[in-house]
């Protein structure tokens, strides 16, 4: 098999693992797992730390087959 360059994920998706060398599947499962870890978590604390502001606009009344005669 041809050499494998650091950091390439293509033959991680486009080959079959077994064929692949032990320390590039897992080298390419921990780096996977650590975006998992460090994704998540980013993510959830943006989501939280962000506050929805307030509008000043009022709602549009919505429209109901029911009121309409």
């Not at 077994?18 to 998540?40: D, M, N, Q, T």
Request: aromatic share 8%.
């Amino acid at each position: 098999m041809k050499r494998i360059k650091h950091r390439d994920l293509t033959h991680y998706f486009l080959e079959d693992h077994r064929r692949l060398p032990r320390a590039y599947v897992a080298s390419c499962e921990r780096f996977f797992k650590s975006l998992k870890l460090h994704g998540s978590g980013a993510r959830d604390q943006a989501a939280s730390s962000k506050q929805q502001a307030a509008s000043g606009k009022q709602q549009a009344a919505s429209l109901n087959s029911n009121t309409i005669k």
